[in-house]
T-cell receptor
Framework: GQQVMQIPQYQHVQEGEDFTTYCNSS?????IQWYKQRPGGHPVFLIQ?????EVKKQKRLTFQFGEAKKNSSLHITATQTTDVGTYFC??????????FGTGTLLAVQP | NAGVTQTPKFQVLKTGQSMTLQCAQD?????MSWYRQDPGMGLRLIHY???????DQGEVPNGYNVSRSTTEDFPLRLLSAAPSQTSVYFC????????????FGQGTRLTVV
């Protein structure tokens, strides 16, 4: 079946450094969503990308959807300790059956 | 506005016991799902529902049953708990339009001994 791989599995950065996580699919995706889960918390929706080559920004976060709609990335500029958590990509279809990637755990050292 | 409510928050079961994890949403969402989260494996879809009376299997459905008698409720049943079902379980709901965000409950941490 369709699979989405996320890399890296874990990333440790110094506060102020940049961070990027990648989501790669073997097949074309209709859309991609990104979620953040704080330690001990539940996933919270960040954004959805639908169009080929789409780029969206939320303050220090930049989200991209590849031209072929097979990959996506989340980039955080100048990380802060509040960015700590696990970032998941997820893809869905018309039935809203969401399948999640394996996630990237971000640790930020002050 | 409560959103998605899961109960209980924590549960310890003995192998072979049965239990039901409750999930309720007050947003009139058509789509509801159950996920389990295990270290290093992300969120895996167990079962989902596209509306009252309609359910379907996800990626890891074995050992779990669901039903959807109302729009608001989507309980998950473990008929005979096994240690492999030790996990954190999340319920989620999504609105009726395609490609919309999922709202998650606070999660249930289940330990089977």
């Amino acid at each position: 079946g369709q699979q989405v791989m996320q890399i890296p599995q874990y990333q440790h950065v110094q506060e102020g450094e940049d961070f990027t996580t990648y989501c790669n699919s073997s097949t074309t995706l209709s859309n991609i969503q990104w979620y953040k889960q704080r330690p001990g918390g539940h996933p919270v929706f960040l954004i959805q990308l639908v169009k080929s080559g789409e780029v969206k920004k939320q303050k220090r976060l930049t989200f991209q959807f590849g031209e072929a709609k097979k990959n996506s990335s989340l980039h955080i500029t100048a990380t802060q300790t509040t960015d700590v958590g696990t970032y998941f990509c997820a893809y869905g279809g018309a039935t809203n059956k969401l399948i999640f990637g394996t996630g990237t755990l971000l640790a930020v050292q002050p | 506005n409560a959103g998605v409510t899961q109960t209980p928050k924590f549960q310890v079961l003995k192998t072979g016991q049965s239990m039901t994890l409750q999930c309720a949403q007050d947003m009139n969402h058509e789509y509801m799902s159950w996920y389990r989260q295990d270290p290093g494996m992300g969120l895996r879809l167990i079962h989902y529902s596209v509306g009252a009376g309609i359910t379907d299997q996800g990626e890891v459905p074995n050992g779990y049953n669901v039903s959807r008698s109302t729009t608001e409720d989507f309980p998950l049943r473990l008929l005979s708990a096994a240690p492999s079902q030790t996990s954190v379980y999340f319920c989620a709901s999504t609105g009726s339009r395609a490609n919309t965000e999922a709202f998650f409950g606070q999660g249930t941490r289940l330990t089977v001994v």
